[in-house]
């Protein structure tokens, strides 16, 4: 069995190493891929326990997050969940390399760019849930939000939303960009025209050329067959790993 299969009901709770941070992740959520991200990018040791979401250990809840859902980590006693709560918890304890900008203004504008991405996300989660065929009712809103982002890439006049080079913020969107990227190839009428999407398609390719994100990336053939496998009724989580 592989390292990064994901435990499931009948998993017993894999014993935790003193001083060894665990992040609790599933290898198709893009909140969890926050996280990795984050640390990877600065460099934070740490060991990866996957949970399968559709069939969940009962630990998971009882011992880690009582919402059941990833990402979490955990280091002896600290607990703690939700993607920006950890992230932020973990770049103001890992000093080094920080990605939450100093400023108190720029910490602002990230926030309100996090709740106009959170339109995004709003129509990510119905390109996930929707039946086959449905897709492409849910596409031109999809687009349309993505407007708004390209909008403020414009006018914050940088390379990444975090400024010169990549920050938090940037970390937070990309996730469920790189799945945008993905429907993008799957479906036509999602394609992202660079004509329409001038400043957002740039970052992209940007983004594309991180070392972390490149090591993070889930190619789009794994994609394509957990969506499968959730529009199944069988998610499988642990595609793309071998046996
Ligand atoms: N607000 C949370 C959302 C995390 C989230 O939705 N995770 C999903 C997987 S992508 C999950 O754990 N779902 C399991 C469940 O809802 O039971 C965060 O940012 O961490």
Redesign the pocket.
Not at 29 to 32: E, G, Q, R, S
Not at 81 to 84: H, R
């Given at each position: 069995m592989s390292s990064e299969q994901a435990l499931w009901s009948e998993s017993e709770y894999p014993k935790l190493q003193p001083g060894v941070l665990r992040l609790y992740s599933?290898r198709f959520?893009?909140?969890?891929k926050r996280t990795r991200l984050l640390l990877e990018h600065k460099n934070i040791p740490h060991e990866i326990v996957n949970i399968n979401?559709a069939d969940k250990p009962k630990w998971y809840t009882e011992k880690v997050s009582c919402l059941?859902?990833?990402?979490a980590i955990q280091c002896g006693d600290v607990i703690i969940?939700?993607?920006?709560i950890v992230n932020e918890y973990l770049d103001s304890v890992f000093q080094d390399n920080r990605l939450v900008p100093e400023d108190p203004y720029k910490v602002a504008k990230d926030k309100m760019l996090a709740e106009i991405w959170a339109k995004v996300l709003r129509q990510c989660g119905k390109m996930f849930t929707c039946h086959s065929g449905n897709e492409s009712e849910v596409i031109p809103d999809l687009l349309a939000e993505l407007d708004h982002i390209d909008e403020e890439l414009k006018i914050r006049n940088a390379p990444f939303f975090g400024g010169d080079k990549p920050m938090m913020i940037d970390f937070h969107i990309w996730p469920h960009m790189e799945r945008i990227v993905h429907y993008s190839q799957l479906y036509e009428e999602c394609k992202l025209d660079n004509g329409r999407f001038r400043h957002l398609t740039p970052w992209i390719g940007r983004m594309m050329s991180l070392p972390v994100v490149i090591k993070t990336k889930t190619p789009l053939e794994w994609f394509r067959l957990f969506i499968e496998s959730v529009k199944a009724g069988k998610t499988d989580c642990d595609i793309g790993l071998a046996e």
């Open positions: 599933n959520c893009p909140f969890a979401l059941g859902m990833v990402p969940f939700d993607s920006i």
